[in-house]
């Protein structure tokens, strides 16, 4: 089913630079990613895979280049980005729970004053989506009260109440305790697996390879390679790439 | 000896000599309660124009960032005296005030410029608190607003200023601690505030030193226990945080 979708995220010549240009963070990678894949992208740190990520629901702002969402062009400035990026949930890699309010709060945040969701259908719907976390004991707890991987799952479900058509994960489990990675990347297999559009920065290679329907490959702000996870990890092609496997396979 | 004279002036008999107080009690009653009432005012007004301030300090826009940033540096940098003088005998000269005295003894001819003043001042101060508080809420918070979809202003209403409120009101506890202290400065437009009694005990009394000696421990009774609790407070909040 890999790549007999419509394209969803349509990347085109995306380049971001800071400081008047004298950083360059990003240069011409372009990228379709089509409804139902899962492309998870990896490289050393500092190669501009979670400026990418950012890019795409436009946390950055793109220096030059296009980034159409279903159909529409969204680094356009005359876009309503916030009606887009409610069909686009996003996960961090440091959670960003809102401490101040319970796990049920945070769920029904954006639902009900975002979307003008009746309060009592969006806690409906969050508890259908916390029992499928094993989570539902915890909605009345505030989120000191959780671990990081409960911390996680929760941030995920927050972005699954809003719908979304695609998740976007920036590194989600580079904060977790060792022994708390596997209860988050169980949940992403779980939602890939029932046909979620997921784009992924990971550094979990085990992941990669069972997972993901696409592999990329970036260093220095490009895309170097992009493939099937079988190719991409049994036949490398580009020498950067052979190199950063030997390090971390 | 001649040094014996110089501090005959500063003996305690003058300094705590406080027989005037059976007469003169009402001016210092009156004034406390017209100090406290001119602070607590002026602060709880500037909170607004402060927010706005402090937003506009973090906007994106050069302009709009130039004109709150100037007003802050203008209403910093000069003497809140002379700020009072221009706002009554400029602005006010053009505002007519109808007449009128609350609780009895507060005219609100002169009450209504000294707020307006000490509100102005006080916007400068209080929205650098406000933006130190906003600055101190993670940014990622932000973020995970912006990308569930929730507006700019709504990221702010729902998410950033609640936890940003921790930070800024034990400072604007302060800045009210503050104010009761600079209020004093309306004294030298006739309001009728603890500084104005003390002055004019000492004036109708000839007694120089003992009534400001009592307005002292007045400021002192008020503000010294209100930055103790201050700090009480804010170390709860702190251990708050860590647990």
Redesign the interface.
């Known amino acids: 089913m890999a790549t007999e979708g419509n394209p969803i995220i349509d990347v085109k010549k995306l380049t971001k630079t800071y400081c008047g240009g004298r950083i360059r963070a990003l240069t011409d990678c372009s990228l379709t990613i089509r409804k139902g894949e899962v492309v998870v992208i990896v490289g050393p740190s500092g190669s501009g895979k979670s400026t990418f990520l950012r890019s795409l629901?436009l946390?950055e702002t793109p220096t030059s280049g296009q980034i159409i969402f279903e159909g529409t062009d969204i680094s356009d400035k005359k876009t309503d980005i916030?009606?887009h990026?409610?069909r686009?949930?996003?996960v961090?890699q440091?959670f960003?729970?809102?401490?101040?309010m319970t796990v049920m709060d945070n769920l029904i945040?954006?639902p009900v004053?975002?979307?003008h969701e009746d309060p009592e259908k969006a806690k409906e719907r969050a508890r259908e989506l916390l029992s499928k976390v094993g989570l539902s004991d915890r909605e009345s707890a505030y989120p000191?009260q959780l671990s990081g991987g409960q911390k996680q799952r929760i941030?995920i479900v927050?972005?699954l109440c809003?719908n979304p058509d695609v998740m976007l994960f920036d590194e989600p489990t580079s904060a977790l305790d060792p022994e708390m990675v596997g209860e988050v990347l169980e949940v992403m297999r779980d939602l890939a697996k029932s046909g979620m559009t997921m784009v992924v920065v990971t550094h979990e290679m085990g992941f990669a390879k069972e997972v993901g329907s696409r592999v990329i490959f970036m260093d220095g702000g490009k895309i170097l390679e992009d493939k099937p996870p079988k190719e991409f990890f049994e036949n490398p092609e580009n020498e950067r790439l052979k190199l950063f496997l030997s390090k971390v396979l | 000896m001649w040094w014996s004279n110089l501090f005959a002036g500063m003996s305690p008999s003058n300094f705590f000599n406080f027989s005037f107080l059976p007469k003169y009690a009402s001016f210092f009653i009156q004034g406390v309660e017209y100090t406290l009432l001119l602070s607590v005012v002026s602060v709880a007004i500037s909170v607004i124009p402060a927010l706005i301030l402090a937003l506009m300090r973090l906007s994106k826009s050069g302009i709009v960032r130039t004109i709150s940033g100037a007003y802050i540096s203008l209403f910093r940098s000069t003497p809140l005296m002379v700020q009072l003088y221009i706002i009554y005998y400029g602005l006010f000269s053009l505002i007519r005030i109808p007449s009128y005295t609350i609780l009895g003894f507060i005219d609100i001819t002169r009450f209504i410029p000294g707020v307006v003043a000490l509100a102005l001042n006080s916007s400068a101060y209080v929205s650098e608190i406000f933006r130190a508080g906003i600055l101190a809420v993670d940014q990622g918070q932000m973020e995970a607003a912006r990308s569930l979809g929730l507006s700019k202003w709504q990221g702010m209403k729902f998410v950033v200023l609640p936890q940003a409120i921790k930070n800024i009101l034990p400072a604007l506890a302060n800045e009210l601690v503050t104010m009761v202290k600079e209020s004093s400065i309306c004294s030298v437009l006739g309001m009728s505030e603890l500084i104005w009694g003390a002055k004019t005990v000492a004036s109708t009394t000839y007694k120089t030193l003992a009534p400001y000696v009592l307005a002292a421990i007045v400021y002192f009774a008020i503000n010294y226990p209100a930055s103790k609790v201050i700090e009480a407070i804010e170390r709860r909040m702190r251990r708050g945080d860590r647990r």
Do not use: D
Request: proline fraction near 4%; glycine fraction near 4%.
């Open positions: 629901n946390l916030n009606l990026r409610q686009m949930g996003m961090f440091h960003n729970l809102f401490p101040h945040l954006a004053k975002v979307r000191i941030a927050r972005a809003m």
